[in-house]
């Protein structure tokens, strides 16, 4: 995953810091998830694999940043698209 190694890091220290339980056991799905699949550069450009690895790392981000994960300005933009194209919003 592009952004997985900063998701990673930010999760560790939000789960060394939180008091909550349940917090702490999302944030443990969500590491665990980051290892789930290949990164998607690994995989050919428009295979079906790829296609959905990066619906998987999509998905990802947006729990990370659910839990509190503050992402960069250009993944922002490019969750918006993608979410404007899955809602069928011409650009």
Same mark, same amino acid.
């Given at each position: 995953? #592009?952004?997985? /190694? =900063?998701? +990673?890091?930010? =999760?560790? +220290?939000?789960?060394?810091?939180?008091?909550?339980?349940?917090?702490?056991?999302? &944030?443990?799905?969500?590491?665990?998830?980051?290892?789930?699949?290949?990164?998607?550069?690994? &995989?050919?450009? *428009?295979?079906? /694999?790829?296609? &959905?690895? /990066?619906?998987? +790392?999509? $998905?990802?981000? /947006?729990? =990370?940043? $659910?839990?509190?994960?503050?992402?960069? +300005?250009?993944i922002? #933009?490019?969750?918006?698209l993608?979410?404007?194209?899955?809602l069928?919003? *011409?650009?």
């Amino acid at each position: 995953m #592009k952004h997985g /190694q =900063a998701i +990673e890091e930010w =999760a560790r +220290e939000t789960m060394a810091k939180t008091d909550r339980e349940a917090k702490r056991e999302r &944030l443990r799905r969500l590491l665990a998830g980051l290892h789930r699949h290949p990164d998607s550069a690994s &995989l050919p450009v *428009g295979s079906p /694999q790829r296609i &959905l690895v /990066q619906s998987h +790392e999509r $998905n990802l981000m /947006q729990e =990370a940043v $659910n839990l509190g994960y503050e992402p960069p +300005e250009q993944i922002l #933009k490019e969750m918006g698209l993608h979410l404007a194209l899955e809602l069928g919003v *011409g650009l």
